[in-house]
């Protein structure tokens, strides 16, 4: 965000005075009614533990001594449960970079509680009001509202003013709790043209769009007036498999086009990609690091000459980034310093580690360039929107080889040449290359895929003996791997041993723990006790516990995608032997159940061979991402896969022949 320049406002005084505050329908500040505190329950959520009552925003341009945005904000917010006490803890972010910050002002603040029938009200006091420093350009104010209890009303109001009109501030519909009423309001000068961007799966209740003649100026002069409600907005709830609730939340951002006074030809503010390109490719803390390369052309030319063919390099040169640098958990578009002194230290950010990278590969004769991405937890990136870098948060690093691309993150030890980690998938990357800017894809390059394989002998009393394997590959392999690294190989195998119940594992050995190209194997001995079991029938679930056991999609309805991240491949076999003198009495039904479209498969299988019993699950998830159409057949997918997994076979003693 950018002030706008002073001679820009110096045209706007034509407006002065002309703008005045939109009478909205709002309720009085700091008065609010008996029923609001007698409020229980929130009938439509009554898991709530609170619900804002009304919440209205209203942002105008003042033009007074310069040009100005002014947002005002007042909500209200009935709790009912101690649950939702960190809704007394209000933050009001503001934004400030060079001399030009946004101020907050006019705060004030209200706990009302109903006290043996009486309305009782406790005011916020100023000097509990403190400010905080998030990121380098982000500040925020914070208090927390007095006395607040079981029952209590918030009452909060405060102003914003700002000099960045470039990006108006956004206005959320939806929290994490219930709003009976969202009204946000806007008066525009016809001279700015914004774009709206509306977001989420709530309609809006009403929406007004009018054109006055702005007081005090002459006749054709317009303000251009917007009116946004939304009512009986539900609660913006966590579930399985999403990005960020932000990517679902009901919203509406701003961003401002262009702005065209009387007599002037337009100007264009929202840039394009061509012109992004080329500023970042000359700032300091981004394209410039690209040309920085004689620290680690000793370690480059080693290489070069021990690897001959281009493959083999890449791999190599992304294994010596991996391994030096450690990330500091951090993302951010642009470097910390410089990538020198990140080599140095061994350790930055992820444009430190990706752009040093993509800067080596560069220096090796590889056609490589930076890509920017909004990782999962940041937000999904609106790829028709105009270009906006503040919503990128991380950079990885882009190669054309062979006719064929690669997209590489050397902040993760543990994903090879092409894999990024999960927290990178999500939609799209704007590759930064001079002449060839574009979006990139940053769908998975591999599955997650685990296969388990059990030979297992058992004797009359049920008790089980025998051999047992996991093999782990792509996203699979690499959460385990983390998971062995993090715990200690010793530990994990350990852990692994532990009796569970009547199943037990030992002498397990971990292979190919650190041969990031294959399969990761777990292999153990199994046995499971078959204590308190019928000599004469005998009840076995041929998952051995290892079976679906609770359906993730728990809604009867969804309204956000279905987000895996990766497609899925999980697979069991296991192969049993029963006892002589026993025969199947009853075993489960084979079923192969489809998803629509190949969305996915799921197979079950049990047969007898001989004196064997073969087993077979497998669930495939064909796809990273479902939409809401199609959530019920998903969930009726994970229904049928725990139904199966929980059927048994019935093994029952022969009788011997009169």
């Avoid at 490719?281 to 680690?296: C, H, I, K």
């Avoid at 697979?571 to 039904?589: A, F, Q, R, S, V």
């Amino acid at each position: 965000m950018k002030a706008i320049s002073t001679q820009l406002w110096v045209l706007v005084l034509l407006l002065a005075g002309a703008l005045q505050q939109v009478a909205a329908q709002v309720p009085k500040f700091g008065k609010i009614t008996e029923e609001e505190l007698k409020m229980s329950s929130y009938p439509q959520d009554t898991s709530a533990g609170a619900v804002i009552l009304s919440d209205y925003g209203y942002t105008r341009f003042n033009t007074t001594n310069e040009l100005q945005v002014v947002f005002e904000r007042h909500i209200r917010i009935k709790i009912f449960k101690k649950s939702a006490y960190d809704w007394a803890d209000v933050v009001v972010p503001f934004y400030e970079k060079g001399s030009d910050r946004e101020k907050v002002t006019s705060i004030k603040g209200y706990t009302f509680n109903l006290v043996n029938g009486k309305i009782e009200k406790d005011k916020l006091d100023g000097k509990s009001v403190f400010e905080e420093k998030n990121t380098e350009n982000w500040f925020a104010k914070k208090f927390t509202m007095p006395n607040v209890k079981e029952g209590s009303v918030i009452d909060v109001s405060y102003t914003i003013t700002s000099d960045f009109v470039y990006t108006l501030r956004d206005w959320e519909f939806q929290h994490s709790i219930p709003t009976l009423w969202s009204e946000f309001r806007a008066e525009i000068p016809e001279y700015f043209d914004y774009k709206f961007q509306m977001q989420g799966y709530h309609a809006l209740y009403r929406n007004e769009n009018t054109r006055q003649a702005a007081a005090g100026t002459t006749p054709d002069v317009q303000n251009n007036a917007y009116v946004w409600i939304m009512k009986d907005v539900p609660a913006l709830k966590e579930e399985r498999y999403i990005t960020t609730l932000r990517d679902y939340q009901s919203k509406i951002e701003f961003e401002l086009q262009r702005v065209q006074f009387p007599g002037q030809p337009p100007r264009i503010m929202t840039g394009d990609w061509n012109s992004v390109t080329k500023d970042l490719m000359m700032a300091d803390r981004f394209g410039v690091q690209l040309n920085r390369s004689g620290f680690y052309k000793n370690e480059l030319a080693t290489i070069q000459a021990q690897y001959k063919t281009k493959p083999e390099q890449l791999s190599v040169i992304f294994d010596l980034v991996k391994q030096r640098m450690k990330w500091n958990g951090k993302g951010g578009i642009y470097t910390d310093a410089s990538i020198r002194k990140a080599w140095d230290e061994r350790t930055g950010n992820s444009a430190d580690i990706n752009i040093l990278l993509t800067s080596m590969l560069q220096e090796a004769g590889f056609e490589a360039n930076p890509v920017l991405v909004s990782t999962r937890d940041n937000g999904r990136i609106h790829t028709a929107m105009a270009p906006m870098i503040s919503k990128f948060n991380y950079v990885i690093s882009h190669v054309q080889l062979d006719g064929k691309e690669y997209l590489l993150d050397a902040t993760d030890p543990l994903v090879t040449v092409g894999i990024l980690p999960t927290r990178a998938l999500n939609g799209h990357g704007r590759l930064i290359k001079k002449n060839e800017n574009r979006w990139v894809s940053l769908d998975p390059a591999a599955n997650s895929t685990t296969l388990f394989s059990a030979t297992l002998n058992m004797n009359s009393q049920g008790e089980m003996v025998g051999k047992g394997r996991e093999s782990a590959g792509g996203y699979s392999a690499i959460r385990m791997r983390r998971n062995i690294f993090e715990e200690g190989e010793s530990k994990f195998t350990e852990s692994l041993t532990k009796e569970v119940g009547d199943y037990k594992m030992t002498k397990a050995q971990i292979n190919n723990l650190n041969d990031l190209n294959s399969a990761l194997d777990i292999s153990y001995e199994i046995s499971i006790n078959g204590s308190g079991r019928s000599n004469d029938i005998i009840y076995l679930n041929p998952m051995l516990g290892r079976g679906e056991k609770e359906n993730p999609f728990k809604m009867n309805e969804r309204v956000y995608p279905v987000d895996f991240a990766m497609p899925i491949d999980e697979t069991y076999i296991c192969n049993l032997e029963i006892p002589n003198g026993y025969e199947i009495e009853e075993m489960p039904k084979s079923i192969a159940v489809n998803l629509p479209e190949n969305g996915g498969r799921f197979m079950y299988m049990v047969q007898q061979e001989g004196n064997t019993l073969q087993i077979m699950s497998k669930v495939n998830i064909n796809r990273a991402v479902f939409y809401a159409p199609e959530y019920p057949y998903l969930k009726e997918f994970y229904n049928q896969i725990i139904a199966k997994h929980a059927e048994q076979v019935v093994l029952k003693k022969a009788t011997a022949a009169n």
